[in-house]
Antibody, heavy 122, light 106 residues
Framework: QVQLQESGPGLVKPSQTLSLTCTVS??????????WSWIRQPAGKGLEWIGR???????NYNPSLKSRVTISVDTSKKQFSLKLRSVTAADTAVYYC??????????????WGQGTLVTVSS | SYELTQPPSVSVSPGQTASITCSGD??????ACWYQQKPGQSPVLVIY???KRPSGIPERFSGSNSGNTATLTISGTQALDEADYYC?????????FGGGTKLTVL
């Protein structure tokens, strides 16, 4: 059973960089048919996809966040990470990491982390 | 950018059938999936590739996708099905979520 666990600071100051790491257990991070994604959800609102990375390091980002986001992967540690620069209060949300199954026109998230609340405040 | 539109809320009586729609341009040409999210919990995949149910998801959950609309159907709705439901698709290397629908069982 694949498990994902987010970790990182729960409080970030405005204009600083939000950094989170997702650790994968119970399975390999390397299979080619999966991507590893970050998704966020402000309180009381819907889900917003941030971006994803393959085990080989290929990335895709949400166009609305692309200029501020970097996602990286460390297969030896079975971890992938998110950096979101120049944060504001609008970036306050629960951040989820998730495994995404991909294929021809196929995309779905079959495993999710429990989520971690990140608050942007001085 | 691609958008998926869901009704903000749907109400259903226990034992009846609930239908939640997700609309997007030519959505039927792509695969859609659905997630259930209860308060304070992570989303759970209930339908993928339009019609498939993951292991452990009850048979009362079913899906369809044609034209511009994907539909999640819950037959014999139970009180424990009360939750937020999100559709999701993939377009031009970008993942897109619908805005979510709050299903109320009353």
């Amino acid at each position: 059973q694949v498990q994902l666990q987010e970790s990182g600071p729960g409080l970030v100051k405005p204009s600083q960089t939000l950094s989170l790491t997702c650790t994968v257990s119970g399975g390999s991070i390397s299979p080619g048919s999966y991507y590893w994604s970050w998704i966020r959800q402000p309180a009381g609102k819907g889900l917003e996809w941030i971006g994803r990375i393959s085990s080989s390091g290929s990335t895709n980002y949400n166009p609305s966040l692309k200029s501020r986001v970097t996602i990286s992967v460390d297969t030896s540690k079975k971890q992938f990470s998110l950096k979101l620069r120049s944060v504001t209060a609008a970036d306050t949300a629960v951040y989820y990491c998730a495994r995404e199954a991909v294929g021809e026109l196929v995309s779905f998230f079959d495993y999710w982390g429990q989520g971690t609340l990140v608050t942007v405040s001085s | 950018s691609y958008e998926l539109t869901q009704p903000p809320s749907v109400s259903v009586s226990p034992g009846q059938t609930a239908s939640i729609t997700c609309s997007g341009d030519k959505l039927g040409d792509e695969y859609a999936c659905w997630y259930q999210q209860k308060p304070g919990q992570s989303p759970v995949l209930v339908i993928y590739q339009d019609t498939k149910r993951p292991s452990g998801i009850p048979e009362r959950f079913s899906g369809s996708n044609s034209g511009n609309t994907a539909t999640l159907t819950i037959s014999g709705t139970q009180a424990l099905d009360e939750a937020d439901y999100y559709c999701q698709a993939w377009d031009s290397s970008t993942v897109v979520f619908g805005g979510g629908t709050k299903l109320t069982v009353l």
